[in-house]
Nanobody, 123 residues
Framework: QVQLVESGGGLVQPGGSLRLSCVVSGRFFEINDMGWYRQAPGKERELVATITGGYNTNYADSMKGRFTISRDNAKDTVFLQIDSLKPEDTAVYYC?????????????????WGQGTQVTVSS
């Protein structure tokens, strides 16, 4: 079973910074694309950024500039650095990973989600 566990969320004042982490654990062949999404109260979940195994990044247009995604393949971890936080960044931030798993009929790719970490930006 593959699990994703996020950490690093919390309460921060406007203008502050946070670094979120997401660790992938369990039995798998390899980790493919990884990404961060967020869901604000009363809104749909939206893409923040993704990163491939080769470190190519993609950001939602509205997230360019203050968000930086990175990964440490040796530690099966993806990070999200958020700078100059604004109250509208308040949301639950979710990690998603595309993982290749070895099964009885060969290798298959599945998407897994973490449980989310709350980020609250308030003075």
């Amino acid at each position: 079973q593959v699990q994703l566990v996020e950490s690093g969320g919390g309460l921060v004042q406007p203008g502050g910074s946070l670094r979120l982490s997401c660790v992938v654990s369990g039995r798998f062949f390899e980790i493919n694309d990884m990404g961060w999404y967020r869901q604000a109260p009363g809104k749909e979940r939206e893409l923040v950024a993704t990163i491939t195994g080769g470190y190519n990044t993609n950001y939602a247009d509205s997230m360019k500039g203050r968000f930086t995604i990175s990964r440490d393949n040796a530690k099966d971890t993806v990070f999200l650095q958020i700078d100059s936080l604004k109250p509208e960044d308040t949301a639950v931030y979710y990690c998603k990973s595309s993982v290749t798993v070895a099964g009885p009929v060969g290798l298959k790719i599945y998407d897994y989600w973490g449980q989310g970490t709350q980020v609250t930006v308030s003075s």
